[in-house]
């Protein structure tokens, strides 16, 4: 028996959260802890994770993972390594040494219903992705330094033409512009198209 020091009313203390589960699906999530567990039989090891849900609902509701990457059971092992494989290609890293590497990355998350008959009904994570760019506003690293430098180069191309050929005439005027001027305008045009991913 422990005493408590003080006397707590179950009328003063805050009320729980009774979560229901997450409905199933793609959530972007983020690593909000990560640490490396020993298996309760003392022979394997998994990294348990926290996932702090981000949206596009059910934001700030946490969510767990365990990754198996030493186990007896080679299977189990198998889906921990590629689950793991595929959370730190999501983040953007191509190795890990240290859990906390981890630790702030984000990722999409796909979230399924798993029902037990010990503890009801809970959510599993069954995979994880990169977030699309659309979600995030960012533009991918590949294509960010050829969008920038097309349209540098597209625009010096008339102004060499007119340095060294200053004899040449542009086409006739288009709208009350020479063509050279028009040009910028139907780059622009190009570039602003929708790049698949």
Same mark, same amino acid.
């Given at each position: 028996?422990?005493?408590? %020091?003080?006397?707590?009313?179950?009328?003063?203390?805050?009320?729980?959260?009774?979560?229901?589960?997450?409905?199933? %699906?793609?959530?972007?999530?983020?690593?909000?802890?990560?640490?490396?567990?020993?298996?309760?039989?003392?022979? %394997?090891?998994?990294?348990?994770?926290?996932?702090?849900? /981000?949206?596009?609902?059910? $934001?700030?509701?946490?969510?767990?993972?365990?990754?198996?990457?030493?186990?007896?059971?080679?299977?189990?092992?198998?889906?921990? /390594?590629? $689950?793991?494989?595929?959370?730190?290609?999501?983040? =953007?890293?191509?190795?890990?040494?240290?859990?906390?590497? /981890?630790?702030? =990355?984000? *990722?999409?998350?796909?979230?399924?219903?798993?029902?037990?008959?010990?503890? =009801?009904?809970?959510?599993?994570?069954? %995979?994880?992705?990169?977030?699309?760019?659309?979600?995030?506003?960012?533009?991918?690293?590949?294509?960010?330094?050829?969008? +920038? +430098?097309?349209? @540098?180069?597209?625009?010096? @191309?008339?102004?060499?033409?007119? +340095?060294?050929?200053?004899?040449?005439?542009?086409? *006739?005027?288009?709208? =009350?512009?020479? /063509?050279?001027?028009?040009?910028?305008? @139907?780059?622009? *045009?190009?570039?602003?198209?929708?790049?698949?991913?």
């Amino acid at each position: 028996m422990a005493m408590l %020091g003080k006397t707590y009313n179950a009328t003063d203390l805050p009320a729980g959260n009774d979560f229901e589960v997450i409905p199933a %699906g793609w959530y972007q999530a983020k690593v909000k802890s990560a640490e490396l567990k020993q298996t309760n039989a003392g022979n %394997g090891e998994y990294i348990k994770l926290q996932l702090e849900i /981000l949206g596009p609902s059910h $934001q700030g509701r946490v969510v767990f993972s365990n990754l198996n990457i030493m186990n007896p059971n080679p299977k189990a092992e198998e889906i921990g /390594l590629s $689950q793991l494989n595929a959370l730190i290609t999501a983040i =953007g890293l191509h190795q890990i040494n240290d859990t906390d590497q /981890l630790i702030n =990355g984000e *990722a999409m998350i796909k979230l399924s219903i798993r029902k037990s008959d010990q503890y =009801g009904e809970q959510n599993e994570v069954k %995979g994880y992705k990169a977030i699309p760019n659309s979600m995030t506003g960012t533009v991918s690293s590949t294509s960010f330094p050829m969008q +920038q +430098q097309q349209p @540098q180069m597209q625009q010096q @191309q008339p102004q060499a033409q007119q +340095q060294h050929q200053p004899a040449m005439r542009p086409a *006739a005027p288009q709208n =009350g512009q020479p /063509l050279w001027r028009q040009q910028p305008q @139907q780059t622009q *045009a190009v570039i602003d198209d929708d790049v698949p991913f």
